[in-house]
């Protein structure tokens, strides 16, 4: 199956309400996790690379996950997540991903839609897949006081950017803030079926990590179709790697390290692939 866009790993999610995981990889050992993952488990998944700074050479990243995901048995999706620009996106694009993610939400909405638009066309000429974003799905601080709920997501709003953008998935807000959360969360589920009864296309919620199972299973059975996680998986692996540590003697090489970090990552992302609900593959 190995290398395949973000309609082929969704195209069941919306009729069978289910949601497929979107996992960032910031290292190899995290995306072989994922990859294992979806091979034990014989789901589809998302590798997601960010458009953040981060200790990763990049340049080399891509060729690495592209021939990686090249040898997987199950549906693999690359996605360029959270792309603040025209150009990141086009970058994505030629460094091998099949889908991508245009961030605009923080622009008006008449800004958002003419940014979306022309990534949009660009990408759908290289037979490559746009996630677009409503919305604002902040950090904690974000979602404070009362106007917060002036970043979620309007569900007309979201039914005419659509329509005018020509997007093949979503992300809204419906609550969730990216980071750990320093409280729960106030999860609007009546706004995400508005929304779902309006939108013919996959849905997107980002700030996944920290959700409870409840939380989950109502924005799958709600609607949402494509989940990203990370913050909480990575802060799961480096503890992991801290105890693993301590408890090896001195002038250890690094291998133990490196097979406890891919197994609980493995675990991890099995985890959220369970409580997602997402189908196994048929072949």
Do not use: W
């Amino acid at each position: 199956m190995s290398l395949v866009g973000l309609k082929e790993v969704l195209r069941d999610s919306i009729e069978g309400r289910y949601a497929v995981g979107a996992f960032d990889a910031t290292d190899h050992l995290f995306a072989e996790s994922i990859l294992l993952a979806a091979e034990e488990t014989r789901t589809p998944v998302i590798l997601m690379v960010g458009d953040f700074p981060a200790p990763v050479d990049y340049d080399n990243f891509y060729p690495y996950l592209v021939d990686r995901i090249s040898r997987t048995h199950v549906p693999v999706c690359l996605h360029f997540d959270h792309g603040a620009s025209f150009e990141a996106c086009a970058l994505a694009i030629r460094r091998g991903c099949t889908s991508i993610m245009i961030d605009g939400s923080a622009l008006s909405f008449e800004e958002n839609v003419a940014l979306t638009k022309k990534v949009v066309e660009m990408a759908h000429a290289c037979n490559v897949e746009v996630e677009g974003e409503i919305g604002s799905v902040g950090r904690n601080e974000s979602l404070e006081g009362e106007n917060a709920v002036s970043l979620y997501t309007e569900p007309e709003d979201a039914a005419e950017f659509v329509a005018l953008t020509g997007v093949d998935a979503l992300a809204v807000s419906i609550g969730t803030v990216h980071g750990v959360y320093k409280k729960a969360p106030k999860m609007d589920f009546e706004r995400l079926a508005r929304i779902r009864s309006l939108i013919d296309i996959p849905l997107v919620m980002h700030g996944g990590s920290g959700l409870s199972v409840e939380d989950f299973h109502a924005a799958v059975s709600n609607g949402m179709n494509k989940i990203n996680a990370f913050t909480n998986l990575s802060i799961a692996v480096a503890d992991r790697i801290a105890e693993t540590a301590k408890a090896l003697p001195p002038k250890t090489i690094t291998g133990p390290l490196y097979e406890a970090a891919i197994e609980t990552g493995k675990q991890q992302v099995m985890e959220h692939i369970k409580l997602f609900g997402t189908k196994t593959i048929d072949r």
